[in-house]
């Protein structure tokens, strides 16, 4: 699986977008990008992902760079139950066995 | 919604003495996956079972052994417990063929 880089730390005020960049330049073709989130020792938390086309739901949105070197998961209207580590996997989806590599993340605080 | 269950949520075991968490996954899910989370680090994968057989296998110590039986549930056995084996222990499953992977809420368990 690709390795991925993110900023340790970001800060957002509530209300303002939240745009969390990361780097993933020795992605393959067949990789996928997903996000999860971590509030403070809870259970990660799926976001979303994508392939190569920008995904939105109803949380978050995803773009990724049509070279797909890097990718940025955007909050548009981040709020205080969004502060949490932010973690930008890439992997290969494979039918059934889906094990989560987490890096480091992104540690996002939301201020009033 | 259903979502996974992990038992028991709180665990403190001294050295030397064995442990077993349980993990009961969203209905019809057919996946179970375990991940250990040291303090002030970030999930590391321990095991994962597909249809009742291990699937793939991370950094699990040979201390430890885990299963999911008929019904699906999981258990993580834990013996001779070292201080080191002090942190949040999750689970997580997901269907086959569907992205997302949903955790539970955790165990923490604290060695003496």
């Known amino acids: 699986d690709a390795k991925t880089t993110q900023p340790p730390s970001m800060d957002c005020a509530e209300g303002r977008a939240a745009n969390l960049p990361c780097n993933h330049s020795t992605i393959s073709g067949n990789e996928y990008v997903y996000w999860y989130r971590q509030i403070h020792s809870q259970g990660p938390q799926y976001i979303i992902h994508?392939?190569?086309n920008n995904e939105t739901n109803e949380m978050a949105s995803l773009i990724i760079t049509e070279d797909r070197k890097s990718s940025t998961l955007i909050l548009p209207h981040a709020t205080l139950r969004d502060t949490a580590v932010y973690y930008c996997?890439?992997?290969?989806?494979?039918?059934?066995?889906?094990?989560?590599?987490f890096g480091t993340g992104t540690r996002l605080l939301v201020s009033p | 919604a259903a979502g996974v269950i992990q038992s028991p949520r709180h665990l403190i075991k001294e050295k030397r003495e064995t442990a077993t968490l349980k993990c009961y996954p969203i209905p019809r899910h057919d996946t179970v996956y375990w991940y250990q989370q040291g303090p002030g680090q970030d999930p590391q994968f321990l095991i994962s079972?597909?249809?009742?057989?291990?699937?793939d296998k991370g950094s699990i110590p040979d201390r430890f052994s885990a299963q999911q039986f008929s019904d699906y549930h999981s258990e993580l056995n834990m013996s001779s417990l070292e201080l080191g084996d002090s942190a949040l222990y999750f689970c997580?499953?997901?269907?086959?063929?569907?992205?997302?992977?949903?955790f539970g809420p955790g165990t923490r368990l604290t060695v003496t």
């Open positions: 994508g392939l190569k």
């Open positions: 996997i890439v992997r290969v989806f494979d039918t059934g066995f889906q094990k989560l590599v």
């Open positions: 997580a499953s997901s269907r086959q063929g569907e992205y997302e992977q949903y």
């Open positions: 079972f597909y249809e009742k057989m291990q699937s």
